[in-house]
């Protein structure tokens, strides 16, 4: 079983940035690949990156390339998602969800389901 915490949302400008935190314990770490997925208010969640169990493959939705960088810590079991160029449009409830799988990124990108999720953490972005 693997517990899952995301930290690090907050309110911020549009064209900032923040750095969300994804902390996992009760597993193997290393052996889940991890994705974020943000849920707006009255939408469906969305995926948003993913990062495979080793770090060396990453996949991203186009609404955030270029803007968003996900990566892990093995060693301290933890994702990372940076953001930057906030844009109203960010503004959602992002969660880190784990899968124990040794697939690419893009497979986790395209998981119809994740065995683990976390709380969630909101990130507003004020116009």
């Known amino acids: 079983q693997v517990q899952l915490v995301e930290s690090g949302g907050g309110l911020v400008q549009a064209g900032g940035s923040l750095r969300l935190s994804c902390a996992a314990s009760?597993?193997?770490?290393?052996?889940?690949?991890i994705a974020w997925f943000g849920q707006a208010p009255g939408k469906e969640r969305e995926f948003v990156a993913a990062?495979?169990?080793?770090?060396?493959?990453?996949y991203y939705a186009d609404s955030v390339k270029d803007r968003f960088t996900i990566s892990r810590d093995n060693a301290k079991n933890t994702v990372y998602l940076q953001m930057n160029k906030l844009k109203p449009e960010d503004t959602a409830v992002y969660y880190c969800?784990?899968?124990?799988?040794?697939?690419?990124?893009?497979?986790?990108?395209?998981?119809?389901?994740?065995?683990?999720w976390g709380q969630g953490t909101q990130v507003t972005v004020s116009s």
């Open positions: 009760g597993g193997t770490f290393r052996s889940y690949g």
């Open positions: 990062i495979n169990w080793s770090g060396g493959s990453t």
């Open positions: 969800a784990a899968v124990q799988t040794y697939s690419g990124a893009t497979i986790l990108g395209h998981l119809p389901e994740y065995d683990y």
